[in-house]
Each structure stands twice: as structure tokens, then as C-alpha cells.
């Protein structure tokens, strides 16, 4: 089990370095990237700024509460970002037949196909994830303790698993359907709408997003264990096993779709 | 004209085979209607007005702005982009044609796809299951009429941000960064009326609020009268000719760095 996660690991750092200094051939790409990136996910802190100008309170939670659930919602769909973004052009591979290739190394097939693109981007996405998130703490005055930092690392890996789990189930069905474009972009639609305290919906709507799609578990809830724990249910603590289970999910059907794929014949 | 209106034709009937599609982002934005509902219920909470505004007032123009977001939206600069990339450019410049023109006539065939397969539908899912009201009136021709220099707008904004692939093949960076400046300076996300008031002065004399908030606010806000009406129109007017102006020169300038590889 070491010995695999250390030859994995060796093998994606290899695959990296020389993806990473292919795409700095790319300098000015990668900087108009992530100054488009930093513009999406600063514009949610604008409007909730401008929202709080009206009201001192939504459904109870003050500004700096929203903050924090947005900079850890922020880290938490990172993870996708950097490691998972490939799943975007999965139906072009199995429409044009060169997903074929994946089957051939003596490898994790996941682990190499989504190998193949570090989304470079998603960097500044982690920055502003954590200025936000310290921003918060500062005016919550949360003390950030040895243990409060790894609950925090532990619950943002749940966290984050969802997230990759619900875009993997979301691109898997290319395998089924070819074109799944719309499926994948309602899918990285909705988890944007994990960043509102899940208490602002009604019980139809809580109920859906919290145990039908899931984007309850990506920040809302998790962050509940560091805003206002006295108030939370005991559940809240259970998100990283959430995390894991969607993820057995996810890759079991992933595995569903692999085996099916019988290629384009070319 | 007619050689143009067949580009509109072709591009609606290609439009037209991606059913498929438009069901998913019916569904899409209609998730995020419930979002904003859901979100401005709780920001109103027992209070009726907000800047004097009303909870359904509110709620229809966010859920209409955002339904029109999604009928702009033809992808106009990222198909220029990969015709620039590719050089697939070079067919349109041989063609006796303008290049903008022929463009707009193609987004304009999406544009009406869209029309019809998703703002419809979601029309007519705001009147049945929300219950949305708005003053039915003269206000019906000038909003059809602020539409269209909008949608012109909407779509020179996409053209300009389509032709910087000309110098950099970066497009991703550029088009999310407009998005983003046109959805939260045009009151799209917002109402303008909740912006504070220094910003909000600032809002009314820029370009994007001529994008969704002038026709949304002509077919929504009971307020308004006909001088309101024909101020409006002036504004989005003057927005036009003065953004057609800037993306005609930018087109000559782009132009001249062109190369395409051979082919």
C-alpha cells in the first residue's frame, strides 16, 4: 500500500513537471488565466458585500460568517480544479476513440487520465481561498489552534471529495450518452450554489441538496464544525466520511463506464 | 441583407439539432432562479420593500436578467477565436461580405434558438409556477425595441473580446473576466438600486447597464413612463453607436497582425 502511493506519487510529480513547463511556454496564458480566475471568485465576495450594505443579516448569518463559508467553499473546489480538470474533455476522447490509450499503461486509469492536465489556474484560486478564509477568522476571531487546523485539513478533504466526486459521476455519463457537455456544466452549476447557507431553502430544496446532490456537504455544512459548533448537529462532523463514500460511488461508476467502452473501432 | 438573413437561417436550423442541450440549461437556470428566490426571501425577510423595491419585483427581474443572460450568450468570442486559431478566418475575409455583419447574422440565428428553446419555456414557468406579474402595456413595444439594441451591445462586447485572439490565444482568461464585469456592473446579479449610492451614479453612465437592466427594467418596473422609457433607449442608443465605432477601429487595427500558417 506505501510502496504503491510512493511509485504513484513519484510518477505524477514526473508527469507534472514536464506538463508545467510545456504550459510555460504559455507565460501570458497562464497569468490572463488566473486573472480571470481571480475575477470569478472575487465577484461572489462583491455581491455579498453590496447585499450586506441592505441587510445586517442572511437567514442569521452575519458578513464575516458568509466569508468564511465562501473561502472555505473556495478551497474546497480546488482540488477539482487543479487535479480533476481533465474530466472536461473526457467526451472528446471517447467520441474521437482516443480514450483508448488510458488502457494501455500499466496504471491506475483514472489516476492516468486525469494525470494529464494540472490546472495551473487553480493556484490563484487557492490563494484567494485563503486570504478569504484568514480575513474571516481575523474578524470572527477564530483562534486557529494545532487541532482546529488539521479538523479544518480533514474537513476540507470530505469536502473536496464531493466535489470531485459529483463532476466525475456528472462527465462519466459521456460514456453513456457521448455528448454530456450539459450534464457536466449543470453539474459545475450547481456546486457554485454550495456557497449560500444551505437554511436559506426551503425543506424540498434542503432535503435535494443534502442528501440527493449533495452540494450541502461541500461548505455549508463542514464549516458549521468552525463557525458556530455549540449550534451544530452532531452530523456536521460526519462530512469527511461523506466525502469518501461519494467517492467510492463516483469511481465505481467511473469503473461501470471504463469496462463498457468498446472504443470507435479506428 | 437577404445574403446575410441566409447566415441567420442556417445557423438557427443548426442551432435547432442541440434539443438536448437546451433542456439541460433550462434546468440549469432554473436551479438558479429557485437559488435567488430562495436567497432574496430570506434578504427581504418581513420587510415588503427594499429600496423600494418589492420582494416579486426583485425576484422577476433577477430570474428575467438572467434568463436573457443565457439567450446572449452565443459563444460569438470563442467561435472567433477558434476561426482565428485555426485560420478558418481566411474563408469569412474572401467572402464579398462584412465580417462583423456576417457575425452578428450568424449569432443572431443562435441567439433566436435560444429565444425559443430556453427563454420561453422558462417564461412561461416563471408566469405558472411563481406567479410572476409585470405591467402589460406600451411598455411591451419599447422593451421589444431595447432588446434588440441590447442584444447589438451584448454582442459587440463578445466580438471585441473574440478579436484579442489576435494578439493572444488566451481566450478563457479574457471572456471570464468580461463576463464576470458585465454580470455585476449591468445589475445582472443585483439590482442596480442596491448598489450603494456612489457606486450606482457611477453604474447608470457606464455601457452595462444598457445590456440587462434598461430592457428588464422597461418590462418590469411599474414605475416607469414613457419619457423613462425613451430616456432609456437614448442612453442604449448613444452606448451602441459609440461601442460600434470603438470595435470597427479595433477590427482594422487586429486585422493587420494576422498570419495564418500557410494552408
Do not use: C
Request: without cysteine.
Amino acid at each position: 500500500m506505501l510502496a504503491t502511493l510512493k511509485h504513484y506519487s513519484r510518477i505524477y510529480i514526473l508527469i507534472e513537471a514536464q506538463y508545467i513547463k510545456a504550459r510555460m511556454q504559455y507565460r501570458a496564458d497562464f497569468i490572463i488565466s488566473s486573472i480571470g480566475m481571480i475575477f470569478s471568485n472575487v465577484v461572489s465576495v462583491v455581491v455579498f458585500w453590496v447585499l450586506f450594505q441592505t441587510v445586517p443579516l442572511l437567514a442569521g448569518w452575519t458578513f464575516p460568517e458568509i466569508l468564511f463559508i465562501y473561502g472555505f467553499y473556495l478551497l474546497a473546489v480546488s482540488p477539482a480544479q487543479i487535479f480533476f480538470d481533465h474530466i472536461w474533455s473526457l467526451r472528446w476522447h471517447l467520441i474521437e476513440g482516443t480514450f483508448i490509450k488510458y488502457y494501455f499503461r500499466p496504471l491506475n486509469m483514472m489516476f492516468y487520465y486525469m494525470s494529464e492536465v494540472f490546472d495551473l489556474k487553480g493556484l490563484a484560486q487557492v490563494i484567494i481561498g485563503i486570504s478569504v478564509l484568514v480575513y474571516a477568522s481575523i474578524q470572527l476571531h477564530i483562534v486557529w489552534s494545532f487541532w482546529r487546523i488539521i479538523s479544518l485539513l480533514v474537513a476540507l478533504f470530505g469536502a473536496s471529495l464531493v466535489v470531485i466526486s459529483l463532476l466525475t459521476i456528472a462527465s462519466s455519463a459521456a460514456f453513456w450518452f457521448m455528448n454530456a457537455y450539459p450534464i457536466l456544466s449543470l453539474a459545475f452549476k450547481l456546486r457554485e450554489y454550495s456557497q449560500y447557507p444551505m437554511t436559506i431553502f426551503g425543506a424540498f430544496f434542503r432535503i435535494l441538496f443534502t442528501y440527493l446532490i449533495p452540494i450541502g456537504w461541500i461548505a455549508f455544512y463542514p464549516s458549521q464544525i468552525f463557525l458556530r459548533p455549540s449550534e451544530a448537529s452532531w452530523t456536521v462532523y460526519l462530512s469527511p466520511l461523506v466525502g469518501i463514500a461519494l467517492f467510492i460511488l463516483a469511481y465505481r461508476i467511473w469503473l461501470w463506464g471504463v469496462d463498457g467502452y468498446t472504443g470507435t473501432g479506428s | 441583407m437577404k445574403r446575410y438573413l441566409h447566415l441567420t437561417k442556417n445557423t438557427y436550423m443548426v442551432g435547432l439539432v442541440w434539443r438536448f442541450n437546451a433542456i439541460f440549461t433550462v434546468l440549469s437556470n432554473l436551479f438558479y432562479i429557485v437559488v435567488i428566490y430562495f436567497l432574496w426571501k430570506n434578504i427581504y425577510g418581513s420587510q415588503a420593500t427594499l429600496r423600494e423595491m418589492t420582494f416579486p419585483q426583485t425576484f422577476i427581474y433577477l430570474a428575467l436578467t438572467s434568463s436573457l443572460f443565457v439567450v446572449f450568450k452565443t459563444f460569438v468570442d470563442w467561435q472567433i477565436s477558434r476561426d482565428i486559431i485555426s485560420g478558418v478566418i481566411t474563408m469569412d475575409l474572401i467572402k464579398p461580405l462584412d465580417y462583423q455583419v456576417s457575425v452578428l447574422f450568424r449569432s443572431a440565428g443562435f441567439m433566436l434558438v435560444q429565444l425559443t428553446l430556453i427563454a420561453l419555456p422558462t417564461l412561461v414557468i416563471l408566469l405558472v409556477v411563481f406567479h410572476a406579474q409585470m405591467p402589460i402595456g406600451i411598455n411591451l413595444l419599447f422593451f421589444a425595441i431595447s432588446l434588440v439594441l441590447a442584444y447589438l451591445l451584448s454582442f459587440m462586447i463578445d466580438y471585441m473580446v473574440g478579436l484579442t485572439s489576435f494578439y493572444t490565444q488566451s481566450l478563457w482568461g479574457i471572456s471570464t473576466a468580461k463576463e464576470i464585469i458585465v454580470l455585476v456592473l449591468s445589475g445582472a446579479l443585483i439590482p442596480i438600486r442596491f448598489f450603494p449610492d456612489a457606486l450606482r451614479n457611477v453604474l447608470v453612465y457606464l455601457p452595462f447597464q444598457a445590456i440587462y437592466n434598461a430592457p428588464i427594467s422597461i418590462l418590469t418596473d411599474p414605475i416607469l413612463r414613457t419619457p423613462d422609457y425613451l430616456n432609456m433607449l437614448g442612453i442604449q442608443l448613444l452606448w451602441v453607436i459609440a461601442i460600434l465605432v470603438i470595435s470597427r477601429l479595433f477590427y482594422a487595427q487586429a486585422i493587420k497582425v494576422l498570419t495564418i500558417a500557410g494552408g
